[in-house]
């Protein structure tokens, strides 16, 4: 498996508050961006992977909604996580 409870916990010690604030806007955002990197990659090899496409665009709606979510309550954890994930271009 690609992620173990391991990767997990440092993205949000690193993110987050601590290991196990599994529930801060930054750690969950950086967890979906991890994981949609990583399907990314794998629809690149398989294009007719169609379920796999499916729960990138739901992972992609979830992280946006994060963001909304935390561009709304603070807008410098928001500018901080974006530029932390290396998003918005």
């Known amino acids: 498996m690609y992620l173990v409870a391991e990767k997990k ?3 949000f010690k690193e993110y987050g508050k601590s290991e196990f604030d ?3 806007s930054e750690g969950q955002i ?3 961006t991890y994981r949609i990197k990583h399907l990314t990659g794998h629809l690149k090899i398989n294009k007719k992977d169609l379920a796999t496409e499916r729960s990138l665009v739901r992972l992609v709606g ?3 909604k ?6 709304r309550k603070d ?4 500018r901080a996580i974006i530029k932390k994930l290396g998003l918005r271009k």
């Open 62 to 64: 979830k992280r946006r």
């Open 9 to 11: 916990k440092e993205f």
């Open 30 to 32: 950086a967890l979906f």
């Open 66 to 71: 994060l963001l909304d979510y935390l561009k």
């Open 22 to 24: 599994t529930g801060s």
């Open 75 to 78: 807008i410098e954890r928001y």
